[in-house]
């Protein structure tokens, strides 16, 4: 029986593992932390259950096939339970806009802003029904490993106008600013400029409206949780707080890994689901290909860090939904300064989470738990000491949530903590501390990506945000079944 090693338990890690296991590779899964998940991972607080991240669950049926492999029902380990509105958006003006795939809630809404855009948004969704099937449905899942295939690509690519940004794309359908930003957003939650970011990652909304969007009852460890469940059922090995040192090689193959441990386990394949940086510049530290991996990805744009806010607080809230944006004034010009500038503004955009408003039991009863999210510039943009600054910059977001949303905040609390920049590079092995690896721009995508292959030691694979097709849920999880379909091929050959 053929053998693989799988590195990290992200959601791309434990979605590559299914796959090989289901196709009957013995996989052996093994992670660093003390549970499974990555950046998916989860704290018990008080009472309060507080996931890390990510908690937007879209396209369940990539995450369903997983469990239909074996012949299985998801539903049979995680039940998932529908969130409407997708998102409430909010602006200082006093906006508020609720998101959802309700087609006469948004006309109305969206109507009540400017009736001319109605019309812009519907060509708008036709557009992003395009680069969803040209984009997610036929390139999403598929490797690009020469330039060739990125040449082949491009006609799709030019079609869909590819170069521009999503926000330039938006804005050619619709007039209304809030509307431009209720449109373009999206970006920002796979690390991406909506001022820079490919036009090609419209294809979110169409992702979003056909299959709705999710939260696993229990939070979304639950469904990480299940994905193990489901792995070793098939047989699959995992291996916890035990973080892989090396990616052992011999000439131009990869041998095995060795772990903190001491343990050393020898395959026929190793992926990598850990940060790519790491992956080259520390697991393989022993092979000149390590370091020119290391070189090459070092000239790259990683994505920006974001700080966390996790807190629990006395009541309930039905009127807060379950995903709000709170834009800040600057729409532009805050991305600017975080993207380019590197400047922890004064003024920031946030996401709050809420997920008691879903499911009660993640809070003691009569409590609520949230968390609040503010994209901030990376460690080589923005080199601060994040023990110095986090606490007055909690206080500072805490403090805009009482003013404009949770009156009483501060008398309510309970419980909080944050979660820093410098805590995605100690954690997660994050380069930069960035919270979604590569930048997703054009010249980042697909080919110029990481390959989910490495070039130089043919059964070394890549799988996570930093190879193609990106960071999301959908996204590791597309890029861990392109990269079993060339494991599969290459074992079943070798």
Known sequence: MKTAAVIGAGFGGLALAIRLQSAGIATTLVEARDKPGGRAYQWERDGFTFDAGPTVITDPNCLAELWKLSGRDIADDVELLPVSPFYRLMWPDGTVFDYSNDDAALARQIGALNPEDIAGYRRFLDYSAEVYREGYEKLGHVAFLDFGSMIKAAPRLVKSQAWRSVYSMVSSFVKDEHLRQALSFHTLLVGGNPMTT???????????KDGGVWFPRGGTHALVR????????????????DPVTAIDTLGDLATGVTTASGWHGDFDAVASNADVMHSYKALLSQSARGERGAK??????????????????????????????LFGPRYKGLLTDIYEHGVLAKDFSLYLHHPTVSDPTLAPEGCSSFYVLAPVPHLGKLPVDWAEVGPVYADRILDHLEATLIPGLRERLLTSFHYTPQDFAQDLN???????????????????R???????????????????????????????KATAALMLDDLRRS
């Open 450 to 480: 990481v390959h989910n292959r490495d070039d130089r030691i043919p059964n070394l694979y890549f799988v996570g945000a930093g190879t193609h097709p990106g960071a999301g849920i959908p996204g590791v999880v597309g890029s861990a």
């Open 296 to 325: 090459a990805l070092a000239k790259k744009r990683f994505s920006p860090s974001l700080f966390v806010v996790h807190f629990g607080i006395r009541g309930t809230f039905p009127g807060i939904p379950h995903h709000s944006i």
């Open 430 to 448: 994050a380069h930069l501390g960035s919270a979604f690896s590569l930048e997703p721009l054009l010249t980042q995508s697909a080919f110029f």
């Open 226 to 241: 299940a994905m193990v469940a489901q792995f070793e059922r098939l047989g699959g090995i995992v291996r916890l707080n």
């Open 198 to 208: 490919s036009a090609i990652y419209a294809l979110i909304h169409k992702l979003e």
